[in-house]
């Protein structure tokens, strides 16, 4: 009676092997789940760092430049959402050179740095969504497997006609152990996908600060060049008459 399968291996990798299929397939998931999240976390955690990095570095250079082309000289070819902005500007000024209405250039301007500073704020929050699926479901995913884990102890009373503990045992510790890989694989997505999110908040919020500023050098740009117009009017009327 003290020998029935007392010699069954009750390390995880022990009752992994033992487990059912259905309980296997909800580990192998529920790992490969915790190694997209860390993966992600390691992706874009670089990716942030460089991000603000570069639109930091460039932001303070645009900074006092006074126009858009002093800007656009001072970051050279940067190829980040300053340098996106400071084109989408100069575009645009260029476009509207003969218009004479300042306010539609300063709307069409706001626009357009409105639309690069969505697409930077999507890009970079690309990949977060999958931390948040795997925080809401891995542990309903282990919930399953403690399901399944629980009743097939039932079934094993069942078959052997024996509530022996060597019986019932690997049933609940395969439950146990679904339930612990769950928590293991949605509790650090939790936390990563809340860092990231007041991370990229912060991130979006320095993309607004360099759109403000672009547009205030667009705005200074476009009243220096209608009070230049302005000034010149009464010597070319006065040549005329």
């Known amino acids: 009676m003290h020998n029935i ?9 022990g009752m992994f092997l033992s487990a059912s299929t259905v309980v ?40 006092g430049a006074g126009t858009l082309d002093r ?45 690069i500073e969505a697409e930077y704020g999507r890009r970079i929050a690309r990949g977060t ?12 995913a282990g919930l399953f497997g403690t399901v399944w884990g629980i009743m097939n102890s039932f079934i094993g009373i ?8 060597a019986v019932v045992a690997p049933g609940i510790a395969e439950a146990l152990l679904t339930t612990a890989i769950g928590l293991g694989a949605a509790i650090p997505a939790v936390i990563i996908y809340n860092v990231f999110a007041r991370s990229i908040a912060s991130y979006r919020a320095l993309l607004g600060d360099a759109a403000a500023e672009v547009l205030r050098l667009a705005s200074r740009d476009l009243d220096h060049a209608r009070a230049a117009a302005v000034s010149a009017s009464p010597s070319i009327g006065g040549v005329s008459s």
Do not use: M, Y
């Open 129 to 140: 969504g999958l931390l948040a699926t795997i925080g809401a479901t891995a542990p309903f």
């Open 158 to 165: 069942s078959t052997h006609h024996t509530t022996n503990l």
């Open 71 to 115: 800007a656009a000289v001072r970051i050279g070819a940067a190829a980040d959402a300053v340098g996106r902005f400071l084109e989408a500007a100069r575009t645009e000024l260029a476009l509207s050179a003969n218009l004479p209405e300042i306010a539609g250039v300063k709307e069409r301007i706001a626009l357009d740095l409105q639309r």
């Open 24 to 63: 296997q397939a909800v580990l192998i998931g529920l790992v490969l789940a915790s190694v997209i999240t860390w993966t992600v976390w390691l992706a874009k955690s670089l990716e942030l760092i460089a991000a603000k990095r570069s639109t930091r570095a460039t932001l303070r250079a645009i900074v």
């Open 5 to 13: 399968e007392l010699g069954r291996d009750l390390s995880p990798w």
